[in-house]
């Protein structure tokens, strides 16, 4: 076929060239005989296009697709507007009609009812429509979105994808939508290179996507999209979007792909961009589609390891097997768990039931206990301000001895010296301040010092600084958390969770988390001892937690009968046990190596810096664990002497 088979003129010497419109030029009232048809003359792309009429083409595939024309409904000139009922249906979606007709989509009669016709191109040539009825409504005959059957030779092609071109030295971006609407929505809020997938999402029960995505091998498709850096899924957030997506990204690849949140309660872009009456959803507009568009998830890509890949740490497992983690020198508490770099702990418990001063106590154990490992901390700590009451409470439990002096059991100041030198290298606690905090490099202000982001910069310096065996966040209620309203809670908290875990695995450390239960319920008149799944916000706590910690205490004791008044009431029969013991539980271990799940009690004395004893052990451990073979706090000033020579092996400090 040639150009001259269809009346338009031809010029062999030029690529491209403008000429008058055969179509439309005859029933023009204004401007006729004017140039508006484009034709380009490039061998094996041999296009036309209109500007006044849209009438277009590719004569390379013309014939094949004539059929396609002649059922497909489209006027032979396109209108300026829409019908009344047409028009008051894009209103109510929130659609630009100018938008609309620019993208050629045009309206007929179908049935006596008015119908809307998505064309779909390749280059210039009309290859498929997509159908919508304007009035369908559940329960009606028939069906809302129909094409043009197979027989006619149609081809499936994502609509738009004739509109994609790139800018130079921009990035190469294109948003995938699951409908016409939400393509028609971004680009009404003046996004460009949308296109909507032709075929709507899978249902759930769908195996078998060998036809329904064949139009990603099609040469055209491939052709555009070899050279996109970035695809935006913004398909529906129920659950065939999300198989859509997700089956997408696989056969797109994944590391260039990325999807929309939308806000808690809505369902696509559109109800975003426009609202929902009927679901009372208020319409988010321009701010809402942009917050959608900035705010994107990656998705998650699982490598594909071989025995290969992991040949030398196969060879350590079969000489040591799986070894358990450092412990702190208490067999009653090393037996319920030890740490691992790469795992995460997850430590709750009731208000008062110590957990920021066993934290302390253990982390500083486990120092003690290997201290040729050298072992280094990170500890992210505001609720325990101000740092220099810190690091005297880190001193008191080193040594068991009072940080004050002029008291009986006082550090010496030469000692106090040697724990606070001891502190200084082992310990390194963030605590950034409005006047005192790390910008690097203008990604964080005085506004979002304590977020993630920014304490993942300062655990970051610091593991290739100093290079930290772990880190401890005290608590995760003190971390300013960024949460898109878009997104719920217990999914926030949940991608939170993850990213820890990764920098936990990637950076080689072990993360230690204190967090607060949700709830705090009465058992008689103490409260009851909670579990990991109490947490606030999300289950994610219980199941993400390689080791998940609780400390509990039933302070409140019923007095004897002779030691209440007559007439008491209920708070009289009651007294405050400040020695009632601490009983640690491990609720979760993931493996097996690191530990058990089981409870032991502890006994805290406030007296020695806030050190546990295990409870009811018999005098030989307790001494153990009084000391975890370290400093006797009570030795004489000549034998606190021998302790920093190293003459008193089973009672010295490592410093």
Known sequence: MNFSDLGIKEQPDKIRYATICPHCNDSRQKHKNVPCLTVNNEEGNRWFKCNHCLWSGNLDIYEKYDKVR??????????????QEVMAYWKRRGIDYKIALKE????????????????????????????????????????????????????ILPWGLNTIEFEKDKPRVVVHTEGEIDRLTWLTAGYKNIISEPQGAPSLESTDFKDKFAYVEDPYFKNIFKDVQKIIFSTDGDEPGKKLRNHLALLLGKERCKFINYPVGYKDINEVWAGDEKKGLKALGQEGVDECYQNLSSFPVKGIITPQDVRDELKILSEEGFKPGLGIGVPEIDRLFTLKPKHITFLTGTPSAGKSVFTRWYI??????????????????????PVGREIAKIAEVITGQYYKKGWGNSMSDDLRDKTVRFIAKHFFIISPDRKNYETWGDKIDANRMNTMDSILYYLTYLKKTEDIFGFIIDAWNKVEHEQPKYIPETTFISQQLDRLIDFCDYNNVHGWVIVHPRKIEQQGVNYKMPSLYDIKGSSAWKEKADIGIILHRYTNKKKKKGEIPEGADDDDKYYVDQDAPTILRTEKIRFEETGVMDRIKLRMDCKKGGRFYVVDADKEKQQVADVAGKLNPHVSDEEEDDVFNGVLEDKKLPF
Do not use: C
């Open 70 to 83: 002649e059922k497909s409904y489209m006027p032979k000139q396109f209108p300026e507007v829409y019908s």
């Open 104 to 155: 050629r989509v045009y309206e007929f009669q179908f049935a006596k009812r008015p119908a809307l016709g998505f064309p779909v191109y390749q280059n210039q040539t009309l290859v498929n429509v997509k159908f919508l009825n304007i009035r369908w409504q559940h329960g009606d005959d028939g069906t809302k979105w129909w094409q043009l059957p197979k027989s006619l030779g149609t081809k």
């Open 364 to 385: 500083t154990e486990l120092i003690k206990h290997n201290d040729k490992q050298n072992l280094k901390w990170g500890w992210f700590s505001p609720e325990n301000r």
